[in-house]
């Protein structure tokens, strides 16, 4: 009996830190592979240009200690650009949305009616071409979002 008691207790914690480690995994790896972000001076020289400017709204509904951001967002003819600093985490992307969000299940229903801009590959500021023919004008928000997850990162309403 106390031989499968002490199988048990060592299957039960190989088990826990099994998933720790696959927990910390997914939250670390991004953090290792993303590319370095463009330095300051690069970020404000491309917002110059921009024909909207948005402040990041700070404690949404879809907001929590992982899923948050910062700073501002700039959209010009070509680029979004964001200055500031993203929760890492996997699989993050940017999407123009026709009303303002704040949480997922605000952004699911209308994600079919976004417009995907391109994915995020750094955590402390980005610029992401817009693809040709895509109407900034036709959309009113900028939101950053896990596609993995299906997870509520930011939004910047520019319009």
Known sequence: MKRLLFVVLGLASHAGFLAIGFILGIYFLPIMMARPSPDTATLQALSAEA???????????GNDFFHRGSGTISLTPTQIVHEGEIAP??????????????????????????????RVDAFD???IDIPDGVNIDAYTTALVWCETFDEFILAAQYR
């Open 125 to 127: 500021g980005f610029a």
């Open 51 to 61: 024909i909207y400017t948005a402040e990041i709204i700070e404690d949404l509904r």
């Open 89 to 118: 985490g996997p699989d993050y992307v940017v999407y123009l949305v026709p009303q303002f969000v704040e949480h997922e299940d605000e952004f699911l229903p209308l994600k079919g009616a976004s417009e995907f801009i391109g």
